[in-house]
């Protein structure tokens, strides 16, 4: 190995040192540490320096076909050391304001679809429920008004000729109860929506 593989070598082993430091702070800053033994939090662990140490190993043997020296292992310390002597206060600074940036980004992308397509939807819903209901009230009002209409006739007439109709009587009552049924299943759709608005 060359001396300007070598220090090559060193170079990118402390900015590696750099990154291993930045990682670890990311890490620890999302998934926090634990104040008691979790074995999620060892299985977290185990996959995060297994990711670091594989692509420890992809950088190196790019770098110098995966030589291992000590001096690239001091290349790493001295890296790490030079991140947590000067670079980890202004990292941190960095990464709780992209945190923030993100988090408010996040709420005003879902006020902004609640604007814009949730409460529009609701209200059109709203409307639409109302006008169906009005259909269907008027609807059922003609309906009503034409088979009283054309049946009173004849009904008159069976009723002279002494004939009872009861059965008429409760094919009304359940008629009367099943529109009062779709009338309650609208007022109950258009107080959820109400609801869900507020």
Same mark, same amino acid.
């Given at each position: 190995?060359?001396?300007?593989?070598?220090?090559?070598?060193?170079?990118?082993?402390?900015?590696?040192?750099?990154?291993?430091?930045?990682?670890?702070?990311?890490?620890?800053?999302?998934?926090?540490?634990?104040?008691?033994?979790?074995?999620?939090?060892?299985?977290?662990?185990?996959?995060?320096?297994?990711?670091?140490?594989?692509?420890?190993?992809?950088?190196?043997?790019?770098?110098?076909?995966?030589?291992? /020296? %000590?001096? &690239?292992? *001091?290349?790493?310390? #001295?890296?790490?050391?030079?991140?947590?002597? =000067? @670079? $980890?206060? !202004?990292?941190?600074?960095?990464?709780?304001?992209?945190?923030?940036?993100?988090?408010?980004?996040? /709420? %005003?992308? &879902?006020? *902004?679809?609640?604007? #814009?397509?949730?409460?529009?939807?609701?209200? =059109? @819903? $709203?409307? !639409?429920?109302?006008?169906?209901?009005?259909?269907?009230?008027?609807?059922?009002?003609?309906?009503?008004?034409?088979?009283?209409?054309?049946?009173?006739?004849?009904?008159?007439?069976?009723?002279?000729?002494?004939?009872?109709?009861?059965?008429?009587?409760?094919?009304?009552?359940?008629?009367?109860?099943?529109?009062?049924?779709?009338?309650?299943?609208?007022?109950?759709?258009?107080?959820?929506?109400?609801?869900?608005?507020?």
């Amino acid at each position: 190995m060359t001396l300007e593989v070598q220090f090559e070598t060193m170079l990118i082993m402390t900015v590696m040192g750099i990154w291993l430091g930045a990682a670890m702070d990311t890490y620890h800053r999302f998934l926090g540490s634990p104040r008691r033994f979790k074995w999620t939090h060892l299985i977290n662990d185990l996959f995060f320096w297994c990711a670091q140490g594989l692509f420890l190993f992809y950088v190196l043997l790019n770098v110098n076909e995966g030589e291992m /020296r %000590f001096y &690239v292992l *001091l290349a790493l310390l #001295l890296g790490y050391a030079t991140y947590r002597a =000067l @670079l $980890q206060t !202004v990292y941190r600074s960095i990464l709780e304001s992209l945190i923030r940036f993100t988090v408010a980004f996040y /709420r %005003f992308t &879902v006020r *902004l679809i609640v604007v #814009l397509v949730i409460t529009p939807v609701k209200w =059109l @819903l $709203q409307v !639409v429920l109302a006008l169906c209901m009005i259909i269907l009230s008027t609807i059922w009002r003609i309906v009503y008004f034409l088979l009283k209409v054309i049946i009173a006739p004849f009904r008159w007439g069976l009723e002279k000729a002494g004939v009872r109709f009861t059965f008429l009587l409760k094919w009304k009552k359940n008629l009367y109860t099943f529109s009062e049924k779709i009338r309650d299943l609208f007022s109950k759709l258009l107080n959820w929506f109400k609801k869900r608005k507020r």
